[in-house]
Nanobody, 117 residues
Framework: QVQLVESGGGLVQAGGSLRLSCAAS????????MGWYRQAPGKQRDLVAS???????NYADSVKGRFTISRDNAKNTVYLQMNSLKPEDTAVYYC???????????WGQGTQVTVSS
């Protein structure tokens, strides 16, 4: 079992920045990748960025060049630095962890990011 707790969301104006944090606890040795998803009202939950234990990253096209995912393995924490925020980035952001042995995804509680125009 893995528990994920997000923090760092808030309200910012367009062009501003936020950094989200996700702290993992529990059976963290089972995780080989972590990521951030977001879900706007009435829309599906989509991948924003992911990072493997080895450091390989992937980004949604809509955030490339603006968002950076990073990981501090010693702290069991993953971060999402969000720069040049746009109103379209407004969503609930969820931390995700993947355990390949059981093919299970674990989810945090979500943190709201609101970008005003």
């Amino acid at each position: 079992q893995v528990q994920l707790v997000e923090s760092g969301g808030g309200l910012v104006q367009a062009g501003g920045s936020l950094r989200l944090s996700c702290a993992a606890s529990g059976s963290i040795s089972s995780i080989n990748a972590m990521g951030w998803y977001r879900q706007a009202p009435g829309k599906q939950r989509d991948l924003v960025a992911s990072i493997t234990t080895g450091g390989r990253t992937n980004y949604a096209d809509s955030v490339k060049g603006r968002f950076t995912i990073s990981r501090d393995n010693a702290k069991n924490t993953v971060y999402l630095q969000m720069n040049s925020l746009k109103p379209e980035d407004t969503a609930v952001y969820y931390c995700n962890a993947f355990a390949p042995l059981t093919t299970r995804h674990y989810w945090g509680q979500g943190t709201q990011v609101t970008v005003s125009s």
